[in-house]
Structures are given as structure tokens and as C-alpha cells.
């Protein structure tokens, strides 16, 4: 804001007459119109929540320093439209460099596109050896709404002169007239929507959250506030928790439908008949498990149990994918039905194919904030009802096996 203020004068200014004053991200989409575009999806809540926060930091950081007139500028230059424009960019372009240069926007860095799964071009530093493939030093798995953009093989010390260079390096061969894409990193639509303001179709990287308050409220329906209690209590003590958000505790449902372990074990203690609920209450702080391969035998240990029958079929189970449908019992599968029309519910009244629909007649040039709002919605309805038919398909399957 400051250097655009300059014009002229500033060293970036050539490079800010490139780009544009402002990138289409949610938070600057107008209020009414991000409000209903985004009711129910994973935005939702983050979106007003980021446009609160910023107001805060203008008023408390910014308008002081309008008032003491140290920086000769102009009070339209830092006004709060301005501010809100300039978090755009910094969201949409900005790179993490590295531990000593900290997050910054890199010209020409910036100047590539994304593609989930297709870049033609990584960037390195030139200062460190290693060729290293792995996306943007991040970890795969992250597909949090806050992930961001890194430039990979950075050192984490400064270095002289032109040691300082970063390097463009083709990973992917790229034919005359392709454009040439990057990758941002492994991210689903509501984190490409909510940082650099565009969706893909059919990411692979999407997810849909469950919010363990949304599991409370279906639990208190059927239970009591004691019952309910004491069960979430148990699978806290069995070393179980969900994510932790910035505004609420979530458990993770995936592209292909499939529910984080962690809220099918919580469901499964949930329905646990009483005289299994004390004898796993009573081993409890036997079954702790804290790694990946702790928590599938952690699993299997607490079927083996809880359960009345023997299994000796359990004993060889390696695949967390096997171990989850261990706790598909009929209750678990109609609790998580209930859970995906629970969370289908805070869409409104238009059905997915509504959406659907709505999404084909939408062009994503002239109606930009409505085709990727709808992308995202067909998105996250199209996980919720994998989720739905993933529980269905398991109680099928227990019930023809007790035929
Ligand atoms: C770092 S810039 C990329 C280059 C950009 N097109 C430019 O103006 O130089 C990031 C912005 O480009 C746009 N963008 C990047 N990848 C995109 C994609 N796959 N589809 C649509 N827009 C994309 C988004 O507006 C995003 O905020």
C-alpha cells in the first residue's frame, strides 16, 4: 500500500503497474454477496471472520498512522478498500522464501498460474544442492485453508550477493503455446478459493469438515447430556481427539467420502452398548496409542475388547482403510448418515443437483465469485454424499454377511 502510494518514486513501482490492484479472494467479494454465496461451505464462517479482523488491524495499525501524517502520504491511499486490496495480493502472491527472509512477493515467482497435480516449473534456491521433488517443502497431507506458497530447497540463512538467486527449473516438459503452470501446493478448493480467489474441478485434495459440535448436537438428539459426556470423555482418555481449528474442532471427510478415523472411534464409542462401554472404560489407559501404527493396533484393540465374538481375522490387519471398517457397525454407518444430512442441511434449500445445475449455466469469466462458489458447494455436497453412500455400502455388506 505504501509503495503504490509512492508511484513513481517507489523501486517496485514497474512491478506493481503489472499486476492487478486487487485478486478476486472472498474477503473482497462485496459482504452480501460472500455471505450468501458461501452459507454452509468450509468459507463460511472464515470468510466473515477474516473481514472482522482485518477492520480490527486497520483501525488499530493503519488509521494511527494516517492520523500522525509520518509517512506523507495521502489519507485515500491508506484507506480501507486500499487495505483490503493490498491483503488480496499479499494472499494471492506472496511467497515463504525462507526462516530469515519470511514470507514476501516475489516478481516473476508469481507470475505463474496453478495446476493441482500438472506444474511444468518448481522453484529453488540456487544457493542449496539438492534437486529435490517434493512440492514446495510442504507436507502433503496439509490441506489447511492457511497453507502457503514456499519456495523450495530455501536455506534458512542469508547468503552474499548473488548467492541470493532463486532458480526457475522445468520439471515437466511443456509443448509451444501450452501455458506453463506451477503448483501453490496440495490444496483443496477451499483453500484455493479462500487464498488466491479460483477452484479447480474435481480437486482431489478436497475435503469437507464435520464440526464436533455438529457430533454433540446429533449426539444430544439421542442421548443424554450425560451419556454423551462420558462417552466423548472415554475416547479423550483413549489418547483420541479431532482437529483443532481457528474457530471450532473438526473431523475431516475426504474426496472419496472416507471419514477421519478418529470420528468413526468417537461414533463407535458413542454406540457402544453399556456392558462394552465398561469394560473398554476400565482397560482405557491400556490402548493409548501415539503414532500411525500405534493407532491401528490401538484400534484393533479396542474392537477385540468391545466385542463379544472372537476375531481372529483382525490380527494381520495392516491398512488403516481395513482397520476403519472394523467400526462400521450399524449404528456407527447411520450415525455418520445422519451426520452428512446434518451438514448438508447448513447449504439451504437448493439440492446438489440444483447446484449442479446451476454451475453449468454459470460462466466463470462474467459471473466469477458465483462459478467458484458453486464449484466449491458441488464440491463439498459431492464428498458429503460419497460419505453417505460410504456408510451405506458397509451396513449393506454387515447385513448380508448375517444373512
Ligand atoms: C500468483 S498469481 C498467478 C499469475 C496471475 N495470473 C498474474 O496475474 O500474474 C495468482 C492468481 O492467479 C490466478 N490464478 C492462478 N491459477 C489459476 C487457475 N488455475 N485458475 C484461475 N485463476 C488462477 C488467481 O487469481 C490467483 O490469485
Known amino acids: 500500500m505504501y509503495e503504490r502510494a509512492r508511484g513513481a518514486e517507489s523501486p517496485w513501482d514497474a512491478y506493481l503497474r503489472l499486476i492487478p490492484d486487487r485478486e478476486p479472494v472472498p474477503l473482497i467479494w462485496p459482504a452480501d454477496e460472500a455471505e450468501r454465496l458461501l452459507a454452509g461451505t468450509e468459507l463460511d464462517k472464515i470468510v466473515k471472520q477474516d473481514r472482522q479482523f482485518i477492520c480490527e488491524d486497520w483501525k488499530e495499525c493503519i488509521e494511527p498512522l494516517i492520523l500522525s501524517g509520518e509517512l506523507e502520504v495521502g489519507p485515500d491511499d491508506f484507506s480501507l478498500e486500499n487495505y483490503f486490496s493490498a491483503k488480496s495480493l499479499l494472499s494471492s502472491r506472496s511467497f515463504r522464501i525462507d526462516s530469515y527472509h519470511g514470507s514476501g512477493m516475489v516478481p516473476l515467482a508469481d507470475l505463474f498460474n496453478h495446476k493441482t497435480g500438472g506444474e511444468h516449473v518448481h522453484f529453488t534456491s540456487a544457493i542449496e544442492t539438492s534437486d529435490s521433488d517434493s512440492e ?216 446438489l443437483e440444483d447446484d449442479r445445475q446451476k454451475l453449468q449455466a454459470c460462466s466463470s469469466v462474467n459471473e466469477r465469485n458465483l462459478y467458484h462458489s458453486l464449484v466449491l458447494r458441488v464440491s463439498e455436497r459431492t464428498i458429503l454424499h460419497k460419505l453417505k453412500k460410504y456408510s451405506s455400502s458397509w451396513s449393506r455388506t454387515k447385513k448380508r454377511k448375517h444373512l
Open 136 to 351: 514446495d517443502g510442504e507436507d502433503p497431507s496439509n490441506t489447511s485453508s492457511d497453507e502457503q506458497s514456499t519456495i523450495e530447497n530455501s536455506a534458512d540463512i542469508p547468503s552474499a550477493g548473488g548467492d541470493e538467486d532463486l532458480e526457475m527449473i522445468v520439471v515437466r516438459g511443456v509443448n509451444a503455446g501450452e501455458e506453463v503452470f506451477n503448483t501453490y501446493g496440495t490444496m483443496g478448493n477451499a483453500a484455493l478459493l479462500h487464498r488466491y480467489g479460483f477452484t479447480e474441478i474435481d480437486n482431489p485434495y478436497d475435503i469437507v469438515n464435520i464440526d464436533l459440535a455438529l457430533v454433540t448436537k446429533w449426539c444430544s438428539t439421542k442421548y443424554s447430556r450425560r451419556y454423551s459426556k462420558a462417552r466423548v470423555s472415554l475416547w479423550h482418555n483413549l489418547g483420541y481427539s479431532s482437529c483443532t481449528g481457528q474457530d471450532a474442532d473438526y473431523f475431516e471427510i475426504s474426496y472419496d467420502g472416507e471419514p477421519q478415523l478418529e470420528l468413526l472411534i468417537l461414533l463407535y464409542v458413542i454406540s457402544l452398548k453399556s456392558d462394552a462401554y465398561d469394560k473398554l472404560a476400565s482397560v482405557a489407559h491400556d490402548l493409548i496409542g501415539d503414532d500411525e501404527v500405534d493407532s491401528i493396533s490401538s484400534v484393533v484393540k479396542v474392537v477385540r475388547v468391545t466385542s463379544h465374538k472372537q476375531h481372529p481375522e483382525i490380527n494381520g490387519l495392516e491398512k488403516l482403510s481395513d482397520v476403519k471398517k472394523l467400526l462400521l457397525k450399524e449404528n456407527v454407518c447411520s450415525a455418520l448418515a445422519s451426520l452428512a444430512d446434518m451438514r448438508e442441511s447448513l447449504y439451504g434449500s437448493d439440492t
